[in-house]
């Protein structure tokens, strides 16, 4: 059974000036009452509650810019400077007790720290787990709706969406069905339900989900059809492309998963009777060619022995080729080095005419380093302030060598020029060889006596071609044949498609939604009788329905229920349905598939027009309730002397009057 009991809330708030502020409100299980004139923070409870919960999307807040809370919880208290704030949510499942940190105003609003311990013991319990709380991740393994889903006891569920893609549903979509919002949740069910995730029918399908009706398996066959039509797509297009391809080559079309060949000796055949015809008349062309050929060896031995030539010097004019293509790239090689050494050629005339100035000159200190000029001095260039030491040459030494090295690569470069020219002329001598060997196989394939050769050649042309197109068409039906596997798979996913959408099409209430759902019905028609509803006209509580049709909310055949009389019968009806959901999924606690946390938090449901003696009849209603099995929060007031009486008992926070505001000053700064 999935419970989700509150236990405690708690805030703290810190200013820049060091001034502790902050609240602490306890919980139970049963009636909870938060009891206080308007706008003290009687809505700010069930804030932290929701915020606590990471459900704040549930509240109308879709970015973590956005903050659900009153300035003062995050921007300046009694006209200081928040510098921190957040609070501890106490959360148990009936078995287990855990405490939710998150900052309002801190470091980072979308990771909460989860203690497994009581927000007493909170600061001095070490062992914590970060978890992400707002934004992508959620459902991560370090998410928190993953853990709070856990916690609760319950399913993570992927649905088809309107994109015909897949969402989680989240725990702001399931939230509607046990939190009525102050300000938009009492004109209509599910007001604060959150679309933006594109679930198809999300309304209905939260209800289906939390009340674990065999009709929410709907979804899953859905989501299992789409997978199929995902697969069935893929495996068609397979198909379709590889059987396309073959279609082309062959030229045929496809006729009952055959293949029916257009050809331009029989016309249109089916591929195998074609590939038949061809190997009949490729064995009669065989048979006249051997009668041909007994005449024409000595003509093949003479041509093969012409192609063997042939194959010969073409191999020598490719080598030739390479030589002459390797000997060009080495001479460019040594014609750039020749390039290289006239620049330094060049270089080295302009030092050794510098040093000759210097002396004509009288330089006595070098243009390059401001070194003295020093004759005598054994160890320092003369000109650059070299270091004789390191063996560094003269300019002359320098032209000479080089010089030397010009006139060696000149002559290299001269040597391989005439290799050069020598592989050109074997090259042309091979290239006249090969024309002449050319012009000689075809004279004597043309003009070979006898009309038997001719003969012969035709044949062997004829036969060829039906070999060849025999080979073809071979291969085409070869790899038609292996696509059979391919299309049974296309038949068994149809099929099961098929299946699964007649399934779906066909769909039938069960005994089990009938029973819970049945039973919502008929605690919304009790709880409209509690609640003093159609009071003139009773014959129209018993017609009041529930079912699909409008998101198992409760409807009139004949009548807008939510029109037919006062705003205040439009929240009393509203609150006699979430107090059937409540009572229902206790009644029918023992079924497996009802996941409903036995939770209900309403929000000042008498500031949208509930007279005071159906606020006091709802709360007696309440009271009703199992206390143990389920836990109300309601946050209200009335200006009635005498009605706290009626329900002082289960108030468990009060603020007293219009500036009993819900944060107070402490004396000591938080721990954070």
């Known amino acids: ?74 921007k300046s208290i009694e006209g200081k400077p928040v510098k921190t704030s957040y609070l501890l949510l106490e959360i148990s499942n009936g078995n287990e007790v855990v405490t939710i ?153 496809k006729n009952d998963d055959m293949l029916l060949v257009d050809t331009s000796r029989i016309g249109k055949a089916g591929i195998y009777d074609y590939i038949n015809y061809l190997k009949e008349r490729y064995q009669a062309e065989t048979v006249a060619i051997n009668s041909l050929s007994s005449d024409s060896q000595a003509f093949e031995a003479s041509n093969t022995k012409l192609r063997d030539t042939l194959k010969t010097v073409d191999f020598q004019l490719r080598k030739v080729t390479e030589k002459i293509e390797k000997i060009s790239a080495e001479i460019s090689g040594y014609e750039r080095y020749l390039d290289r050494i006239q620049i330094n050629k060049y270089k080295n005339k302009q030092l050794k005419k510098i040093r000759e100035f210097s002396t004509e000159l009288n330089i006595k200190t070098c243009p390059v380093c401001e070194a003295q000029l020093t004759a005598s001095e054994d160890n320092e260039c003369v000109l650059c302030h070299a270091d004789l030491s390191k063996k ?35 090259r042309s001598g091979f290239k006249e060889r090969i024309t002449e060997l050319e012009s000689q196989l075809e004279h004597q394939t043309t003009t070979y006596a006898g009309r038997e050769l001719a003969q012969l050649r035709e044949r062997i042309l004829s036969a060829d071609a039906f070999h060849k197109d025999m080979e073809k068409f071979t291969r085409i039906a070869a790899r038609w044949e292996d696509l059979k596997p391919l299309r049974q798979d296309v038949k068994i996913a149809q099929k099961a498609h098929d299946e699964l959408k007649e399934e779906i099409n066909g769909y039938a209430q069960t005994e089990n939604d009938t029973t819970i759902i049945d039973s919502v019905r008929q605690f919304v028609q009790s709880n409209v009788g509690s609640l003093g509803l159609f009071k003139g006209n009773k014959e129209l509580i018993g017609q009041i329905r529930v079912d699909a049709t409008d998101y198992y909310t409760p409807y009139l055949d004949n009548f807008d229920i939510y029109n037919i009389s006062s705003s205040s019968d439009n929240i009393r009806i509203i609150l006699s349905y979430y107090l059937a959901l409540l009572q229902t999924s206790i009644e029918q606690k023992n079924k497996p598939g009802i996941i409903h946390p036995h939770l209900l938090i309403l929000d000042e449901p008498k500031q949208q027009n509930l007279d005071n ?28 002397p005498g009605d706290r009486e009626k329900f002082a008992a289960d108030i468990i926070y009060e603020m007293t009057s219009d500036t009993d505001y819900l944060l107070k000053h402490q004396p000591k700064a938080p721990q954070a």
Not at 395 to 421: C, G, S, Y
Not at 613 to 640: C, F, G, H, M, N
């Open 101 to 253: 940190f998150r900052y309002i105003r801190g470091t980072d609003l979308s990771i909460a720290a989860v203690k497994r311990c009581s927000a007493d013991q909170f600061n001095e319990t070490q062992a914590s787990e970060k978890l992400i709380i707002a934004g992508e991740g959620v459902f991560s393994e370090k998410g928190f709706q993953h853990f709070l889903f856990g916690f609760i006891g319950l399913k993570e569920v992927e649905l088809p969406t309107y994109e015909q893609k897949l969402s989680k549903l989240y725990f702001e979509n399931i939230l509607p069905l046990f939190f009525v919002e102050q300000r938009a949740g009492w004109s209509q069910i599910q007001a604060r339900q959150v679309i933006r995730y594109n679930i198809k029918d999300v309304r209905k399908v939260a209800f289906e989900y939390l009340f674990g009706l065999d009709r929410f398996q709907l979804h899953l066959s859905e989501i299992r059809m789409k997978d199929l039509e995902t697969r069935l797509r893929k495996l068609r297009e397979e198909l379709s492309q590889k059987e396309d391809n073959l279609l082309i080559i062959a030229n045929a079309e």
């Open 613 to 640: 003696a159906s606020l006091v009849d709802a709360i007696t209603l309440i009271k009703t309730i199992p206390t143990d099995e389920s836990q109300v929060i309601l946050t209200t007031y009335s200006e009635v």
């Open 1 to 74: 059974m999935s419970r989700l009991i509150i236990n405690k809330l708690i805030y703290k708030i810190q200013t820049q000036g060091g001034e502790a502020y902050g609240a602490e409100v306890p919980f139970k299980t049963g009636l909870n009452i938060i009891y206080g004139p308007n706008s003290v923070g009687k809505t700010s409870i069930v804030t932290g509650i929701i915020y606590g919960l990471g459900a704040e999307k549930g509240l109308g807040i879709f970015k973590t810019i956005q903050n659900p809370f009153k300035p003062e919880f995050y």
């Open 392 to 426: 560094i040459s003269t300019p002359d030494q320098n032209l000479e060598f080089l010089e030397d090295e010009e006139n060696t690569f000149k002559k290299v470069i001269a040597q391989r020029l005439l290799d050069r020219r020598k592989l050109f002329e074997q």
